[in-house]
């Protein structure tokens, strides 16, 4: 049968009124993409109609809402993840439950849309369905707010991208981020703290990991909010500085060194990592979630310009999501389902997730030397279902400073990296990597055990010692 012969039969099916032509068309897509309902561990509702259908679970820990009758049609044509998450940040599917469990089901439309049987069937009827919501169901997808402009990963574009990020506003961030607004993974040393006890301990064991000391020269490069250098100077004395692409991080941080009397140890400048001068200025670098925005052909630029500003002897903690993701030839179902425009479009844009073994790889060719490598991939996981839960209790402020699109943009994008994170797709090295002095010492113990024992340069109550 020709396609436009499908489409025909498929726009016949059913009968009775038009609303339940339009139901009984979105449950025979509903079959082909998840099997007959009385097998599927989530439910599916329909519009306005109320129909939903049955579940052998009583109590499904998702709930799939279509919007309107031409939902399914939005989701999966083109048959891409854009596709699919642009219909739920515009509103045309719903999620009620567990949004991270939801991020499954894209895996498996992934995969049935990956065998030609199942879109020779589907195609027709996806067509068949209306091509646009009728009524009041027009929502309009927030324009993505990015720079494209130069070269990719130039410094001009770097900044426009990371201001295209974080220009959402301090106020949206302070919603669900911890007391510090520390937007990096935390650290859960049992696993049930809260967000601002893990991120406490996050810094901490950073700290510890550098073994900073009172008068070390500190750099964070892309210090976010600040959390890290000012914990840093606060608690173990050192002198830090941090450099940003975002006026609006740099404020908001210079604003809570003076307030926190730090500001003469404490430098916040806007600035590009490259732009930064000097040989061995600094005694311990830190870069935490930064290195995600490098560029895979900029890895080498990256360490190389860090190596220059460490000081002989000095340590450099870098903390890097990687692509734990096992690679294959692409194939067409791979260029067709697009993974990854998504985050690219409206999240992270041009960022590039690195594979932790050329990472390493280019760290060593710019000198260092790599003394441990730790995973924190279930922690990162940990970090999102508590943000992912601070956003959706703070959903009426939180819309009401970005919008809903928005909202559900970051939603979608913290509950999908969870997903990721639990499941292994993306991973979370903290490599710290050691400048060797001429004769090779790094200056490291024998042993981890002062990472754990006790704190490094400081007093058991966490205030520096008196010197």
Not at 168 to 190: E, Q
Not at 286 to 309: K, N, P
């Amino acid at each position: 049968m020709s396609i436009s012969a499908a489409v025909t039969e498929a726009r016949a099916t059913g009968s009775g009124t038009r609303e339940a032509r339009a139901v009984s068309l979105a449950r025979r897509i509903a079959e082909q993409l998840f099997g007959p309902a009385e097998a599927r561990d989530f439910a599916i509702r329909y519009w306005d109609s109320g129909a939903a259908d049955a579940l052998v679970a009583a109590a499904p820990a998702v709930t799939l809402v279509l919007r309107h009758p031409a939902a399914f049609r939005r989701m999966l044509l083109p048959p891409s993840q854009l596709a699919l998450t642009e219909a739920f940040v515009r509103g045309d599917v719903d999620v009620e439950g567990d949004l991270e469990a939801a991020a499954g089901l894209a895996d498996r439309v992934r995969a049935r849309l990956a065998t030609p049987g199942v879109l020779r069937h589907l195609l027709p009827l996806l067509i068949a369905s209306p091509a646009t919501p009728a009524g009041p169901h027009a929502p309009r997808l927030a324009p993505a707010r990015r720079g494209r402009d130069g070269r990719l990963h130039s410094p001009r574009r770097d900044a426009a991208a990371i201001r295209a990020h974080y220009d959402v506003g301090n106020a949206f961030y302070a919603l669900w981020l911890d007391r510090r607004m520390v937007y990096s993974c935390a650290y859960f040393p049992t696993g049930a703290e809260d967000i601002d006890a893990a991120q406490e301990a996050k810094l901490e064991l950073i700290c510890r990991k550098l073994r900073l000391r009172p008068g070390d020269r500190l750099l964070d490069i892309g210090c976010g909010w600040g959390g890290l250098v000012l914990y840093a100077a606060e608690r173990y004395g050192v002198t830090a500085t941090g450099v940003t692409l975002s006026p609006s991080q740099a404020e908001w941080a210079r604003a809570r060194a003076a307030e926190q009397g730090l500001a003469e140890r404490v430098r916040i400048e806007v600035r590009d990592y490259r732009a930064l001068e000097g040989d061995g200025v600094f005694d311990k670098l830190a870069s935490i979630g930064m290195c995600e925005h490098v560029g895979h052909r900029e890895l080498g630029t990256y360490f190389a310009h860090a190596h220059r500003l460490l000081r002989p002897g000095g340590l450099f903690l870098n903390t890097c999501i990687v692509d734990q993701r096992e690679r294959a030839r692409a194939t067409w179902r791979d260029r067709l389902w697009h993974e990854g425009t998504f985050i690219d479009r409206y999240v992270f844009p041009d960022g590039e997730l690195p594979r932790l073994g050329p990472m390493l790889r280019e760290a060593g060719r710019a000198g260092f030397e790599t003394c441990d490598v730790e995973s924190l991939r279930e922690h990162y996981a940990l970090t999102l279902r508590r943000w992912v839960r601070r956003l959706e209790a703070a959903r009426e402020q939180a819309v009401a400073e970005v919008g809903e699109p928005t909202y559900r943009v970051w939603r979608l994008y913290m509950a999908g990296s969870a997903y990721g994170f639990a499941r292994g797709a993306m991973g979370l090295a903290q490599a710290l990597l050691a400048k060797p002095e001429a004769d090779g010492r790094v200056g490291l113990p024998l042993t981890r055990e002062d990472l754990y024992a006790g704190r490094t340069g400081g007093r058991e109550d966490g205030r520096v010692a008196p010197r």
